[in-house]
């Protein structure tokens, strides 16, 4: 189901110690990868950890994970990606469990694909409706831009929309070798984000202290709520 | 139930090694040596034309075979034995409806994405046309059934155990196959949504934990979830497995058993690589990412005999409580913490500092025992009344 890539940039060799002290200090974020069925979250993020387009791609079922240790300002941060089935049923069910805890959103639509584009609000709402905090970075990608005789959604358009949202766009594709830079520069830019942003405990130590399921935003589970939703 | 029986038939010929898990563990590599002496491929071979020489064939004879160390060892005997097992009459099959009703289907278009996608699941080196016009039948095939049930969803997947089907015994007979499976052992995962499904799911932890407690506890602590395993579970590993071979010897074991089998099967992978699983770190992202890849290598044969095992062990109707428990706790769990996130996203005296603050300083066990305390209260109201509501007859 999944492919584990761990592609570390700038590993050397070191006896086991030191590479479980770094380990340590590495902060690690994750970003989960969302949109609709056939918008290509798949090659994206497998372009981003592997350096290349998979030869054959498949639906995904329910979740994949990969990851990349990439080297910001001379800091090591590994950035684990979940990339998620774009199927309705799945993410109504079965992607809720991902959503905890992540430090970064990149929401994927198909310039090719107009409806694509346009379920983009209701996606964001779903995010919302998952409580993420607002204000952890988000990014709009439209992929598959290598199709230039097919393009559906305007840039402007698309440019409009994120603005109204507060988030970058990156028009890219994740198939076209050329653009293999671009889309490392696009999670490059997440990753700076995220360490500027973020000066917080290395997520490793606080597993290792103990944060766990129990631990993690159950303090108030049995003071009175309210609905806080959006309108979709 | 004849599942328990044939499970039963084939644990005493092959089963005794397989008891206990501790001597499971110990004697791995000397009983798979054993198991091939055992199982004589051309011996079987010949049982099973004599079974299938009589008439009224007898089908129980059939799953035996199916379960039992190699399966039903070719496709030429498998296109005979499948409609058998499923009781499908071959020579009435329904027609196939026109293209526009076919086409005109709701899930028609997601079906021609994933169809189009699933170029792994054909043998490598097929002839591009052939396979282009395989993948056409393919379309047709999955659509004919969901034309056949309107009430059938389709799911991401459903397109990997078809393609199955119809590479083994052809379109007509796959559409007759899968139509009769889709009624059954799939049907749960055919709904509107994905409930039923991940009430299955549930059952991974309760039949790990019987086996393994230490191991059960590691996972919960991960938070890995069962997500890892769905594609095991509603491709009945087809999605995951490279080898056709391999895939079509997990179908006839589940064709055969009881519909809940992948799961234990799910479970027999899990409890075979509960060392892997013990030495990772103990968090989601990890557990997640070593669970979701199966080594392509796994003694798949000794696994099937630990699922049947499992079974006959811990059957599904023993289970039902721990699986509904494991249900609530989960949901009782996501509820709470997102209301709790609401009500403070919503609070804009705190500011982002002790957003911080709140994110990380929780080692509070009074709170933890608090929340297990006021769950275990709600999951012990409820679960009488779910225990009725879930009897699980197949």
């Known amino acids: 189901m999944s492919d584990l890539n761990n592609t570390d940039l700038h590993e050397e060799p070191e006896s086991s110690v030191t590479v479980i002290e770094k380990q340590a200090q590495r902060r690690i974020f994750k970003i989960i990868v969302i949109g609709d069925s056939n918008v290509g979250k798949t090659c994206l993020t497998y372009r981003f950890c592997s350096s290349k387009f998979p030869d054959k791609t498949e639906a995904t079922i329910g979740v994949d994970f990969r990851e990349k240790t990439v080297n910001v300002e001379g800091e090591q941060i590994k950035l684990q990606l979940w990339d998620t089935a774009g199927q309705e049923r799945f993410r109504k069910s079965m992607v809720q469990h991902y959503y905890r805890n992540v430090h970064a959103i990149v929401f994927v639509y198909d310039v090719t694909k107009m409806s694509s584009f346009e379920n983009m609000p209701g996606w964001i709402c779903e995010c919302d409706q998952h409580n993420l905090n607002r204000d952890i970075p988000r990014i709009l990608v439209g992929n598959k831009c290598d199709e230039k005789e097919k393009i559906a959604v305007n840039t402007n358009l698309a440019q409009k929309f994120a603005d109204s949202y507060n988030m970058p766009l990156f028009e890219t594709s994740a198939k076209d070798d050329e653009k293999a830079n671009h889309v490392d520069a696009i999670f490059m830019t997440l990753a700076h984000k995220l360490k500027n942003a973020k000066p917080m405990m290395p997520p490793y130590l606080t597993v290792q202290l103990g944060d766990n399921a129990q631990r993690r935003g159950l303090e108030r589970a049995s003071t009175e709520e309210r609905n806080d939703s959006c309108s979709c | 139930m004849t599942a328990v029986k044939e499970i039963s038939m084939i644990s005493k010929r092959f089963g005794d090694e397989f008891c206990s898990e501790e001597a499971s563990k110990n004697n791995n590599s000397r009983q798979s040596v054993k198991r091939n002496k055992e199982f004589n491929k051309s011996e079987k071979w010949q049982n099973i034309e004599k079974t299938l020489e009589q008439d009224p064939v007898d089908v129980s004879s059939l799953k035996q075979f199916a379960i039992s160390p190699g399966g039903l060892l070719d496709d030429e005997l498998r296109k005979e034995i499948w409609p058998k097992l499923l009781d499908v009459d071959v020579d009435n099959i329904p027609p196939k409806p026109g293209i526009e009703v076919l086409h005109g289907h709701r899930d028609y278009n997601q079906v021609v994405l994933d169809v189009n996608r699933s170029l792994k699941r054909f043998p490598p080196g097929m002839d591009e046309n052939i396979r282009l016009g395989l993948q056409d039948q393919l379309v047709d095939l999955i659509m004919r059934v969901l034309v056949n049930h309107d009430e059938l969803h389709y ?185 709790n996130l609401q009500k403070f996203t919503r609070n804009k005296k705190i500011d982002k500092k002790h957003w911080f603050i709140f994110d990380h300083d929780r080692k509070n066990g009074f709170l933890k025992f608090t929340f297990w305390t006021v769950t275990t209260a709600v999951v012990s109201a409820a679960v009488i009344a779910y225990l009725r509501s879930f009897e699980w007859e197949w």
């Not at chain 2, 892997?276 to 669970?291: D, K, R, T, Y």
């Open chain 2, 155 to 339: 799911y991401q997947g459903y397109h990997d155990i078809c393609v199955t089907f119809l590479l083994v015994v052809g379109e007509d007979v796959a559409f007759a196959l899968v139509d009769k499976l889709s009624l059954n052992h799939l049907r749960d995962f055919m709904d509107a949504n994905m409930d039923r499904t991940k009430h299955i799911l549930n059952y991974l932890y309760p039949i790990v934990g019987k086996s393994n407690p230490e191991l059960r506890e590691f996972m919960e602590r991960s938070e890995v979830g069962t997500v890892f395993s769905l594609s095991w579970l509603i491709t009945w590993y087809g999605h995951v497995l490279n080898d056709l071979r391999q895939i079509v010897r997990f179908y006839d074991f589940f064709i055969a058993c009881h519909p809940l089998m992948p799961i234990y099967l799910a479970a027999a992978i899990v409890l075979h690589r509960a060392d892997e699983i013990l030495a990772c770190e103990c968090e989601m992202c990890f557990v997640h990412g070593l669970l979701s890849k199966i080594p392509q290598d796994l003694p798949f044969e000794q696994l099937i005999s630990k699922a049947g095992d499992l079974y006959l062990q811990y059957p599904p109707a023993d289970l039902a409580y721990d699986a509904i428990l494991n249900f609530q706790k989960t949901q009782s769990y996501a509820k709470a913490r997102s209301k």
